[in-house]
């Protein structure tokens, strides 16, 4: 069962992420970071290759497309804040771009 980060935990976890320009927003309980592409194409093609990750763990992302940007903001809706899921479809976005 998945559960909610405690502060010290999300941000051992966290760590890693921000250094890759993730932030995490405790207003909203929020990990989230914009990522920029070379054309449309490119993003959707990252979207596409992260949507088959979020299906593969049945955990999906907030996520827009314009034109060349995804902004991705992550949480678990189940649990009503950030929880490892979170943290490890992040670093999977992150491994995408590489």
Do not use: I
């Not at 929020?30 to 299906?55: H, N, S």
């Not at 991705?72 to 899921?85: E, I, N, R, W, Y």
């Not at 979170?86 to 976005?93: G, V």
Request: charge should be negative.
């Amino acid at each position: 069962m998945t559960e909610l980060l405690s502060p010290s935990v999300r941000e051992t976890l966290f760590e890693p992420l921000y250094a890759t320009g993730w932030t995490y927003d405790a207003e909203t309980d929020v990990l989230q970071k914009d990522f920029t592409f070379q054309d449309f194409t490119e993003a959707f093609a990252f979207m596409t290759r992260a949507a088959m990750w979020a299906e593969k763990w049945d955990h999906h992302p907030d996520w827009s497309n314009c034109y060349n940007r995804v902004t991705v903001a992550l949480t678990t809706h189940d649990m009503g804040g950030v929880t490892s899921l979170d943290a490890k479809l992040a670093r999977k976005m992150d491994q995408l771009l590489t």
